[in-house]
T-cell receptor
Framework: AQSVTQLGSHVSVSEGALVLLRCNYS??????LFWYVQYPNQGLQLLLK??????LVKGINGFEAEFKKSETSFHLTKPSAHMSDAAEYFC????????????FGKGTHLIIQP | DTAVSQTPKYLVTQMGNDKSIKCEQN?????MYWYKQDSKKFLKIMFS???????INETVPNRFSPKSPDKAHLNLHINSLELGDSAVYFC?????????????FGPGTRLTVT
């Protein structure tokens, strides 16, 4: 089964600064990869996903992520943080078969400092 | 026009009671899920149904019983509630099996067992 590691349970950045949230997956077979965001007291919503094709994936709200097979990584970035980006972010890889349930990373809480 | 709805939003009950959480999706999706999110935001899949059939049943106490009367509904019944059942429970749906498709999450049901 696939698994992910999200480095840093909490990440704090200043408003306007670069956001970098790290996700590494463990597999010899490149999986499908998703980033979800959970705003306070809400359910999760998809930010972006990588299945095949272009390795740089753009998502909603100015976020993007790059799939790097050599590093088994799928880090999430945003050039300039906004206060509204404060949320919990989850990385989720799934084996290509799709029969498994979705296994989420432990989440990274993004704090935006004014 | 909520895509995935859950009722109730909050549920406070005493140990030993039996309770149900209801979930409905109006997206026409074939697959529905139940997740449990603990106080540390760790998200764990509990069950998945595809076309009313159970396809994923993770290691969950048999006090938890999902029921899918039709494709649009997936309810969660919990018997003999315990303190450790306190968590936020999320329902989700997707057009097909997990991993290939984005999941759409409900707003969550915060269960507190006293």
């Amino acid at each position: 089964a696939q698994s992910v590691t999200q480095l840093g349970s909490h990440v704090s950045v200043s408003e306007g600064a670069l956001v970098l949230l790290r996700c590494n997956y463990s597999s010899s077979v490149p999986p499908y990869l998703f980033w979800y965001v959970q705003y306070p007291n809400q359910g999760l919503q998809l930010l972006l996903k990588y299945t095949t094709g272009a390795t740089l994936v753009k998502g909603i709200n100015g976020f993007e992520a790059e799939f790097k097979k050599s590093e088994t990584s799928f880090h999430l970035t945003k050039p300039s943080a906004h206060m509204s980006d404060a949320a919990e972010y989850f990385c989720a890889p799934v084996g290509g078969g799709g029969a498994d349930g979705l296994t989420f990373g432990k989440g990274t809480h993004l704090i935006i400092q004014p | 026009d909520t895509a995935v709805s859950q009722t109730p939003k909050y549920l406070v009950t005493q140990m030993g009671n039996d309770k149900s959480i209801k979930c409905e999706q109006n997206l026409g999706h074939d697959t529905m899920y139940w997740y449990k999110q603990d106080s540390k935001k760790f998200l764990k899949i509990m069950f998945s149904y595809n076309n009313k059939e159970l396809i994923i049943n993770e290691t969950v106490p048999n006090r938890f019983s999902p029921k899918s009367p039709d494709k649009a509904h997936l309810n969660l019944h919990i018997n003999s509630l315990e303190l450790g059942d306190s968590a936020v429970y999320f329902c989700a749906s997707s057009p097909g099996l997990a991993g290939l498709y984005e999941q759409y999450f409900g707003p969550g049901t915060r269960l507190t067992v006293t």
